[in-house]
């Protein structure tokens, strides 16, 4: 052998020695791999976590649901517990023989509370005397001719009715005009 190939075959060697040799932190790198069991496992328990944290959420959301209606409903009645305690003291003035014009105003003064704790919930009366006939706030439970009316127009209404928060609650009854057919 030349010496060519003498520096050749030492620099292979070399070479050689470099690519066997493993480094140090390949060990390392051995030690993390993580078995596709383990790994399954790991995501399979994250699943169930993000499952359990779903249910909380949504029976917590639940609780909060069933409570705003509550405490809802308890302010409303609250006002009206105000109303029952005006008619009662409006039905004890008529056993005691007070005079009518008494009774009378105290029976206005509680259908003011009564429609004051109406407007405290949100809930409006449907104004409709003199009104064109609406079918969504109107239930005409008649027609009279009234040749001095236009068609339509609410000449009387017999239940008034309300809306919440712009919603119909109740429609109001009335009576609408019709123009007489004039043969």
Known sequence: MGKKDKDISEELEDHLEEVLEVPDDLGSLKEEIIPPEMQIADLQEQILRAQAEVQNVRRIASQEITKARLYGAESLAREFLTVGDNLERALES?????????????????????????????????NSIEETFNPEEHEALSLVEDDSKEDNIIINVIQRGFKIQGRILRPAKVIVSKKSKKN
Do not use: Y
């Not at 509680?110 to 409006?124: D, R, V, W």
């Open 94 to 126: 008529c056993s005691e023989g007070s005079e009518l014009s008494l009774i009378s105003e105290g029976l206005e003064l509680t259908l003011k509370s009564f429609e004051s704790s109406l407007l405290t919930a949100g809930i409006t009366s449907i």
